[in-house]
């Protein structure tokens, strides 16, 4: 089981132009753009300053890039949401600099759910996919049949188990397992394993349109198409003791769909959750 012992945060993916580029803009010294991350470290704008600490660690040292975002992380102005966006983004400068035992450690601490049972393609032409009810939906309020194959977009679909950790920072590429992945709706399940009742936050990031059901009911629905990041958008949600069934509908027109997803406690990591593929 992968455990879900913190909050998924915003990534932000950086593309940097060449010195020789026209417009290319000198970038700022790490120290000075520190210095405002501290004079800003208990508003959320610290946020945007975190992506150029970031981007700095090919023209600075590295580590003194990576010591910047731990400062940051730990600094107790720090909203709890920048502390983990924070943590996000030294994952991936470590990934760059090939530590990956040490971006694993994070990856898990921040408790992406990665075990995931999914079925489709479903026909999303015309973007008409989203509003109508395919059979996955059918009796969402009782137990879901993992066994159960439908009528897909180009033939017979069945409920499948993606393999776990498809990618370290939780994205799961469900082009490459869907055929075709243009103008398609999926639909992906997992279980939450709660060792009490309790209020918390489901935090997601789709490239596409999404609903979202916990335990049968309809928690979330955005039909904008837009950037699959993590917490794109954040639910609140009750889970009960036990286990909770989650399910999503991702609908896109392009092949690009990494749904990440994280539930956690509003206030503190969530050490009392698993997630699981058992329904």
């Known amino acids: 089981c992968i455990r879900d012992r913190s909050i998924v945060v915003l990534a932000i993916s950086l593309l940097f132009m060449s010195s020789a580029a026209p417009g290319y803009v000198v970038p700022r010294r790490l120290e000075e753009v520190v210095a405002e991350r501290e004079e800003r470290a208990s508003s959320a704008s610290a946020a945007l300053l975190l992506p150029e600490i970031y981007g700095l660690w090919d023209h600075e040292d590295p580590e003194a890039v990576l010591a910047a975002l731990s400062e940051s992380a730990s600094d107790e102005r720090t909203l709890p949401w920048i502390a ?10 470590l990934l760059r600099l090939g530590r990956l035992e040490e971006a694993s450690e994070i990856y898990e601490e921040l408790g992406f759910i990665q075990r995931w049972m999914v079925v489709g393609p479903f026909d999303n032409d015309n973007e008409a996919g989203f509003d109508q009810t395919f059979p996955p939906e059918e009796g969402l309020g009782q137990s ?21 950790a498809v990618s370290p920072d939780g994205a799961v590429q469900l082009a490459v397992f869907m055929e075709p992945s243009e103008s398609s709706c999926a639909y992906l399940a997992t279980s939450v ?6 209020r918390a936050a489901l935090r997601l990031g789709v490239d596409g349109a999404i609903k979202v059901w916990l335990n049968g009911t309809e928690v979330h ?8 990041v993590p917490d794109r958008d954040a639910v609140g949600v009750q889970l009960q003791r036990g286990r909770n069934r989650l399910v999503v509908k991702s609908c896109t027109t392009t092949g690009s769909r990494p749904p990440c997803m994280s539930a956690n406690d509003w206030t503190r990591p969530a050490a009392f959750l698993e997630s699981g593929s058992q329904m």
């Open 84 to 93: 983990g966006y924070n943590r996000w983004l030294q994952a991936g400068l």
């Open 221 to 228: 629905s955005d039909s904008g198409d837009r950037l699959a």
């Open 193 to 198: 394993q709660s060792t009490r009742r309790i």
């Open 144 to 164: 879901l049949d993992l066994s159960a194959s439908y009528d897909g977009k180009l033939g017979e679909v069945e409920w499948r188990e993606l393999p776990e």
